[in-house]
């Protein structure tokens, strides 16, 4: 029961600073740092005990039971679930330090340390959950924290937007997701894990007519439907094509929640999902395609769009949206292992680059152009180096983290089919466009001719050990991580889910070769265009102008769904206010209250108060019920 702690804490946390937050206020992280990092000395604790191969399960709290409908709040802790508590724990335990430095002095300091706290209990309780039930009400929960942190700075117009906009889209996933969790309880009575997926290879033959209410036959497995409903949930959480527009807008909120965000909160519950659910997946092989496409095509999509971008947040996140298409890919194909390997690498060095960058940003005093940057790399030499091993690391170089995972997910991938070496191909592309903006980011910000602002560039200087800390330490961390075996670690609970055989011998060689080679062309590719030739870059986008425009504008899908969706709603509400509130709704309203007022001007004519007048209306009711019962 002391690992129930592991969420309650950040809670507590969470409690304290909503209750009495203005009159802690800046001794705010004296509150939430010690509470988060008990809960990471927590989940160390239930991994080592984890690995010895048990697993921790038991009930918290019931909220309902009606004869077979059991709704409670438990605790399940296995492999997969441990390695989630330590990449939750450890990226926030290190975002608690870094926003002491980076928040400081900030009107919602106390504020902004209780939201990180729920964020952390949501996402805990999302990933220690036994049943879907209780997964899906942290994963609104998370949604919810999401908004409130984006939104911080409430005041800007532009972080208004972004919080909305990330609401409301994965509001549409999580319709899906909804609609899912109601079908497996159709189908299964339950929604406890331990009760679905031992009753799963009992309904392998059952489908569903979809056009059955309209006449029609279309049966489809339920499997099928089931495992493609829950995936748009995971479509929108973790920013998938076609609803990854959220996640790069979400750079509006402080840097620290974009690392949490980015690196080991909200956009990795739609992977782990998945993988929790690989005996429902691997039973639809249709639907495993889809979400193995899906993730491809949204890896390329990220790639493509980061190659241009000049916010240097931006770059980041889009490189975010990319790597997490490799994991929906790897689970798709069955990779399970790969991709949560891939997740948890990818945890450590993406939440160092986005510390990286919001060191840069704090230096700059809230600059964020990369084209207003260069030439930092001396004046910031801790941000450097960290940021230069960090980019190693998602560029795949050879002996970090990202190496090992990012070939761990291509090799499995072309071992799993026509499918998986098609998709190898662009996985391979898409590696060489990852190291190639990866050191475009280094080269624009901390290479060549300084274009900081000069009233800035005087006050030059490494932020506070608060910032730098968790920075090292992250670093450190983008080595490491590549040598726990994770891949090897987590395979036992994918053991008869289909995790496809590695290939071994001059097939594996062979993808691990191509991968390093991509990456060193990309590397050398950035080299040569922004350090030896930097006009060249510009010249390139005059030639090549539209392919340029295209990926500046993210290809252009936000100004697609305003036509499509956006202004046909706002147009249509506009419509239903003026003729159906106002001309039906307010007519009515309006019209019923006139209808009593000349009722009740009637009524106070019949009430005279003069004896004569009311026996008058006597007599003459009598003369005409008379008449009526003798006609």
């Known amino acids: 029961m002391i690992y129930a702690l592991i969420p309650l804490l950040p809670l507590t946390a969470f409690l304290i600073l909503g209750l009495a937050g203005r009159h802690i206020n800046v001794r705010a992280h004296l509150v939430a740092v010690p509470a988060v990092l008990l809960s990471l000395a927590l989940s160390v604790g239930a991994f080592v005990e984890v690995a010895s191969g048990s697993v921790i399960s038991f009930p918290l709290y019931t909220w309902l039971t009606s004869g077979t409908l059991d709704i409670h709040i438990g605790l399940h802790i296995d492999r997969l679930t441990a390695v989630m508590l330590l990449l939750v724990t450890g ?38 959950a036994d049943n879907l039930l209780q997964l899906f009400v942290f994963w609104e929960a998370v949604g919810l924290c999401s908004y409130l942190l984006i939104g ?19 509001r549409v996933g999580d319709f899906g997701f909804m609609l899912g969790l109601l079908l ?32 029609g036959t279309w049966e489809v497995s339920v499997f099928t439907l089931i495992a493609l409903l ?35 909160t909200m956009v990795t519950a739609g992977v782990f999902m998945v993988a929790r659910l690989a005996p429902i997946y691997n039973l639809s092989p249709t639907a495993m395609s889809v979400v193995a496409i899906t993730g491809a095509a949204t890896m390329v999509l990220g790639a493509t769009i980061a190659l241009t971008q000049t916010d240097i947040k931006r770059v980041v996140a889009y490189s975010t949206v990319s790597q997490l298409g490799y994991m929906i890919m790897a689970c798709g194909l069955g990779a399970y292992a790969s991709g949560m390997y891939h997740l948890l ?29 260069g030439g930092l790399k001396d004046k910031l030499p801790i941000t450097y180096w960290t940021f230069v091993v960090g980019s190693l690391a998602l560029a795949g170089f050879p002996l970090t983290a990202g190496f090992f995972s990012k070939d761990d997910i291509l090799v499995s991938a072309w071992s799993s089919g026509d499918l998986g070496r098609a998709l190898t191909l662009l996985g391979l ?28 560039a005087e006050h030059l200087h490494e932020p506070s050990r608060t910032i730098t800390t968790p920075l090292i330490i992250l670093a450190v961390l983008s080595i490491l991580t590549g040598y726990l075996g994770i891949s090897s670690f987590l395979e036992p609970i994918f053991s008869t889910g289909g995790e496809p055989a590695v290939p071994h011998g001059s097939d594996g060689l062979m993808i691990m070769a191509a991968a390093t080679a991509m990456g060193l062309i990309g590397m050398a590719a950035a080299y040569y265009m922004y350090v030896l030739n930097p006009d060249l870059p510009e010249r390139l986008a005059r030639q090549w102008g539209s392919l340029y425009r295209g990926s500046l504008n993210k290809w252009y899908v936000d100004e697609a769904y305003d036509r499509l969706f956006v202004r046909p709603t706002l147009a249509a509400a506009s419509k239903l206010w003026k003729h159906v509130d106002v001309h039906v709704i307010d007519r009515t309203v309006n019209g019923i209250a006139r209808a009593i007022t000349w009722g009740g001007w009637l009524l106070r004519l019949v009430q005279s108060g003069q004896t004569q007048h009311y026996a008058l209306a006597m007599a003459v009711g009598i003369v005409v019920l008379t008449a009526y019962l003798l006609l």
């Open 345 to 373: 690498t990818h945890g450590a060095f993406k939440a160092l680059l986005f510390l990286g960058c919001g060191s840069v940003i704090i230096a700059l005093h809230h600059e964020q152009d990369m084209r207003h940057m």
């Open 429 to 456: 592309l898409t590696a060489l466009l990852t190291a190639f903006y990866s050191f475009r980011l280094v080269f624009v910000t901390f290479w060549g001719t300084s274009h900081v602002d000069p009233h800035h």
């Open 91 to 128: 990226v926030s335990s290190l975002v608690h330090v870094y926003t002491i430095g980076y928040m400081h002095g900030d009107p919602g300091y106390a504020r902004f340390f209780g939201y990180i706290a729920l964020f952390t209990f949501s996402m805990l309780m999302l990933v220690l």
């Open 184 to 215: 497996v309880w159709y189908s299964f009575g339950s929604l406890n894990y331990l009760d679905i997926f031992p009753a799963l290879h009992e309904a392998t033959d059952v489908t569903m007519n979809l056009l059955g209410p309209f006449g």
């Open 230 to 264: 829950l995936f748009t949930g995971a479509v929108g959480k973790s920013a998938q094509v076609p609803l990854h527009v959220w996640l790069p807008d979400a750079m509006e909120g402080p840097t620290p929640i974009s690392a949490l965000i980015h690196a080991a």
């Open 152 to 170: 911080h700075w409430y005041e800007r117009a532009s972080a208004c937007a972004a919080a909305t906009k990330a609401f409301l889209v994965n």
